[in-house]
């Protein structure tokens, strides 16, 4: 994917999953934003060339819940 269209996606991938924990979580969007931002799932995901960014908001939600709750991320086997 060239940059300018990961570009694009991040935010929209970002905000999906940003709504996601808020809800999930009965949390305000502030502190979803903060929890989700400083997560290492984050930081993956904004890297292009990891490819997360590939799987579905679901999936990712999930991460983020494994990594809150045990501090690791399993990765989906493709």
Do not use: C
């Amino acid at each position: 994917m060239e940059k300018n269209q990961f570009e694009a996606i991040l935010p929209i991938i970002s905000s999906s999953i940003v709504e996601r924990i808020q809800k999930e979580l009965n949390i305000t969007e502030k502190d979803a934003i903060r929890e989700f931002y400083s997560s290492h799932l984050y930081e993956l995901l904004e890297q292009e060339e990891t490819k997360i960014w590939q799987y579905s908001t679901e999936k990712l939600f999930e991460m983020f819940l494994e990594e809150k709750d045990k501090g690791k991320i399993t990765f989906p086997q493709v």
